[in-house]
């Protein structure tokens, strides 16, 4: 084979990957490879497990074949000072989690709400008109943003008090029954800390209560273990994640046009 066909090759081969910090359990690498090869993709995702954001302009320049980035903890607000522009959606969330490269041009995208959005909707009744947001990192942020889409009123608690959240200490019954829908936005609970869970007060939660963890490994916390125990109807984040990744693809593919080979 002569070194124009490896050269061939090389150029056909869209790079997408996702850049955080630590990467040891992702999802998107096993998901985008089984896409790719579904449908015969000519392209690869690769992790970058920068260290620190200001490495970012630096990995940009190294692999000029990337056609996509996913963006997860921590830089999901850090990176967005580094990008060309910001979509509407992300700049309102102030966090991105997927970017695009286009025309030369580096452009932020936020598609955890979609993600959230659409898993979540199905599930909502009549009494989820009142949110509690556990966390309030950068995924509490799209969270937040797609509840107020919805109509939905939310209250973020954290471990600190500050003047807007509440605290676990002041989640009280009164707070518990009033807020139907509970969200899961810290990684309290996530693989391998298996045992640990929010400490909110479960024996307030009953059958009208809708508990949502962002966490998907693993599939059933303790958090929602201990709703549905309270007859709570429960979901975990895999859904949100699917949606988000596809979400992320067809950003990455928006106006590109298949070319018919023949
Ligand atoms: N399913 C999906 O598609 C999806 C998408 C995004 C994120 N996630 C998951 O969501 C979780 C959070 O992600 P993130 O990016 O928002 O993380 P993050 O920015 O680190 O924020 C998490 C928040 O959780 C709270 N927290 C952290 N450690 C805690 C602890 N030990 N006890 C109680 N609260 C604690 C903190 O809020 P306070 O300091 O105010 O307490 C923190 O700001 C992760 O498990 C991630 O895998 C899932």
Sequence with gaps: ??????????IMLALYGLIGFPLTH?????????????????????LFPIKAIREFPELLK???????????????????RYLDEIDKVAEEIGAVNCIGFRDGII???NTDA??????????????????????TGGSSKAVAYTLSQLGIGYQKVSRDKTEDVL?????????????????NTTPVGMYPNVDDLPPIPFENIGEQHLLYDLIYNPEETKFLALGKARGAVVKNGFEMLQLQAEASWEIWN????????D
């Design 107 to 109: 452009k932020g995208y």
């Design 254 to 261: 928006q106006g590109t046009e298949t070319i018919d080979p």
């Design 167 to 183: 605290t676990y200490k002041e989640l009280s019954g009164e707070v518990m029954t009033h807020y139907k829908l509970i969200i």
């Design 26 to 46: 992702s999802f998107s690498p096993a998901y985008f490879k089984m896409k790719f090869a579904a449908q015969h993709i000519d392209a690869t995702y690769e």
């Design 114 to 135: 979609l993600g959230f959005e659409k898993s979540l909707n199905p599930l909502l009744k009549s009494q989820h008109t009142q949110a509690l947001i556990l966390g």
């Design 1 to 10: 084979m002569s070194g124009a066909f490896f050269i061939y090759i090389y």
């Design 62 to 80: 190294n692999n000029p074949a990337l056609a996509g980035l996913n963006v997860t903890t921590p830089y999901k607000e850090a990176v967005m």
